[in-house]
């Protein structure tokens, strides 16, 4: 995404409707930074808090493994970080 520097992390919490929690986040000062994308796994999406931090939000699509889930977010997330 172009950030420096290039090692930082994000925590991602999991919600039920991302798209919802970005335009909730949005009145206190919070900026959408990657909108709701699907992936195999489910939906994930980043947002600036209104302090600056990266925050990973994230809706599993049903039917897959948890472990499965998060080896694949963690690669999408890398992937559109690159």
Same mark, same amino acid.
């Given at each position: ?14 919600? /039920? /409707?991302? $798209? ?10 919070? $900026? ?6 699907? &992936?195999?796994?489910?939906?994930? !999406?980043?947002? /600036? /808090?209104?302090?600056?931090? &990266?925050?990973?939000?994230? +809706?599993? +699509? ?7 889930? !998060? !080896?694949?977010?963690?690669?999408? !997330? $890398?992937? &559109?970080?690159?």
């Amino acid at each position: 995404m172009g950030y420096e520097p290039h090692n930082y992390r994000t925590v991602y919490v999991q919600v /039920d /409707d991302p $798209k919802a929690y970005l335009e909730r986040a949005a009145s206190p000062g919070g $900026k959408t930074l990657v909108p709701p994308v699907e &992936i195999p796994t489910g939906t994930f !999406a980043w947002m /600036d /808090d209104p302090e600056g931090n &990266i925050n990973g939000l994230r +809706k599993p +699509k049903q039917g897959t493994s948890e472990r499965l889930r !998060a !080896a694949l977010f963690y690669f999408c !997330a $890398k992937f &559109i970080s690159s």
